[in-house]
């Protein structure tokens, strides 16, 4: 269909040359992607929305099992915020830069229950931040650098979790 000088195509689905399986459904606007795709790639699934060619908006990728991985915000084809899943529990909860965790986040442990609230730099716990117990007790607050305490608020037995 052509709008206002646009050509815009709904319904696209694209297939494998050389197997034939489906490997993008969705939306195109002078033949770009734009608008909700879904893409079968080689990790897993991918939907969510594209402009002008690039992952922008809400997104949510999947393992070949179906299992939710990542759910978020897309600007320019990269995770900028968002919750990411390991085995289906959340493992991080926050913001991104070039792929890694980085900005205010949340790290959780495997029973769901948060691990560390505060800032990443690169994927590693760096900046302000408060780490927990696996029983949500404070274990220590401060200044992190490299995912290790440096200057610890709370004078506490670190190694006590009573868990």
Do not use: A, P
């Amino acid at each position: 269909m052509i709008k206002n000088g646009k050509v815009k195509e709904k319904n696209i689905k694209k297939y494998n040359g050389q197997n034939g399986n489906l490997v993008l459904e969705g939306e195109y606007l002078n033949g770009q992607k734009n608008g909700y795709i879904k893409e079968y790639l080689c990790f897993g699934i991918f939907e969510g929305k594209y402009v002008k060619g690039e992952r922008n908006g809400k997104g949510k990728e999947y393992n070949y099992e179906g299992e939710l991985e990542f759910e978020g915000e897309y600007l320019h084809d990269k995770k900028i915020k968002g919750k990411e899943y390991d085995n289906g529990k959340l493992i991080y909860e926050g913001e991104y830069l070039n792929g890694k965790w980085n900005g205010i986040g949340k790290e959780y442990y495997e029973n769901g229950k948060l691990k560390y609230f505060g800032e990443f730099l690169d994927g590693k716990w760096n900046g302000k931040g408060k780490e927990y117990f696996k029983n949500g007790k404070i274990k220590s607050e401060g200044t992190f650098s490299d995912g290790q305490i440096i200057k610890n608020k709370k004078n506490n037995n670190l190694m006590n979790d009573n868990s």
